[in-house]
Nanobody, 125 residues
């Protein structure tokens, strides 16, 4: 059974940085498209970034382009999201997700089969 466990969230001031991690267990990590999503209180879940199995050509939401970087280490079964230049509007629960079909690796939550429990990111002004 595939399990995803996120870590690395926390509270930072605006302009600060965090690195989120997500470990996949129970299957071959390198065959999955992986994504990061977030949900703020009272708002719909939104896609943040996605990365294909081999790593090149990641996708980003316009709101995070140039500030967030998604990358993966297939040898460690781990997905990362580097968050920089954080803004208060980045405050949300961040979830990693895995898509078993390694194509159409995009920011559509219904494409993803497995989800982690989330890690909270809080940015204060």
């Amino acid at each position: 059974q595939v399990q995803l466990v996120e870590s690395g969230g926390g509270s930072v001031q605006a302009g600060g940085s965090l690195r989120l991690s997500c470990v996949l267990s129970g299957d071959t990590f390198s065959s999955y498209c992986m994504g990061w999503f977030r949900q703020a209180p009272g708002k719909q879940r939104e896609g943040v970034a996605a990365i294909p199995p081999a790593g090149p050509m990641p996708y980003y939401a316009d709101s995070v382009k140039g500030r967030f970087t998604i990358f993966r280490d297939n040898a460690k079964n781990t997905l990362y999201l580097q968050l920089t230049s954080l803004k208060p509007e980045d405050t949300a629960m961040y979830y990693c997700a895995a898509r078993a079909v390694p194509t159409y690796c995009a920011l559509l939550d219904y494409h993803y089969n497995y989800w982690g429990q989330g890690t909270q990111v809080t940015v204060s002004s």
